[in-house]
Antibody, heavy 120, light 107 residues
Framework: QVQLVQSGAEVKKPGSSVKVSCKAS????????FNWVRQAPGKGLEWMGG????????NYAQKFQGRVTITADESTSTAYMELSSLRSEDTAVYYC?????????????WGQGTLVSVSS | DIQMTQSPSSLSASVGDRVTITCRAS??????LNWYQQTPGKAPKLLIY???SLQSAVPPRFSGSGSGTDFTLTISSLQPEDFATYYC?????????FGQGTKVEIK
């Protein structure tokens, strides 16, 4: 059974960067499509981008192009999401999630979430 | 981008009630529509994929229907653990987009 475990909460200053990790256990890491979805306080879900480690291909939402970088380390079965030029509006819980093509491209497994707070 | 619109934004219901939530896409997405349940402080949980397929271990009181642009999620008999926020999401074309959510509250 695949599980996704994310790194802990972060507090950042405006203008800085944050890098959140998502470690997968169980399953075949390289074949999965790992995505990042964020949720601002009291708001809905927003897809940021994803990576397929076996191909090394990434796909980003236009809104975050140039500010987000998603990578994967096969040796540790860990995916990363780095967001730069942070502003207060980036305060949110960031989730990693597996997109499974066999289930119609749905996000079937989620990490527990990482709270990123941006404040001066 | 494909816009997803859910209605209502919130509803109040009692245990045992039948509840229906609708989701409309701004263009046809065939059956590439998924439903999630989220309780406070928790990650979303996949309930339904490809409009009507029940995810493993999800109770059969949850069902989904629709195709094209109009979809529904139905809870046949609301249970106490079903009070949560529900989101639809399209997986037809990137960027993957979600509805704004429907909060189901206790009447």
């Amino acid at each position: 059974q695949v599980q996704l475990v994310q790194s802990g909460a972060e507090v950042k200053k405006p203008g800085s960067s944050v890098k959140v990790s998502c470690k997968a256990s169980g399953g075949t890491f390289n074949s999965y499509d790992f995505n990042w979805v964020r949720q601002a306080p009291g708001k809905g879900l927003e897809w940021m981008g994803g990576i397929i480690p076996i191909f090394g291909t990434t796909n980003y939402a236009q809104k975050f192009q140039g500010r987000v970088t998603i990578t994967a380390d096969e040796s540790t079965s860990t995916a990363y999401m780095e967001l730069s030029s942070l502003r207060s509006e980036d305060t949110a819980v960031y989730y990693c999630a597996r997109l499974l093509r066999q289930l119609g491209g749905s996000f079937d497994i989620w990490g527990q979430g990482t709270l990123v707070s941006v404040s001066s | 981008d494909i816009q997803m619109t859910q209605s209502p934004s919130s509803l109040s219901a009692s245990v045992g009630d039948r509840v229906t939530i609708t989701c409309r896409a701004s263009q046809s997405i065939s059956s590439y529509l998924n439903w999630y349940q989220q309780t406070p402080g928790k990650a979303p949980k996949l309930l339904i994929y490809t409009a009507s397929s029940l995810q493993s271990a999800v109770p059969p009181r949850f069902s989904g229907s629709g195709s094209g642009t109009d979809f529904t999620l139905t809870i046949s008999s609301l249970q106490p653990e079903d009070f949560a926020t529900y989101y639809c999401q399209q997986s037809s074309s990137a960027p993957w987009t979600f509805g704004q959510g429907t909060k189901v509250e206790i009447k």
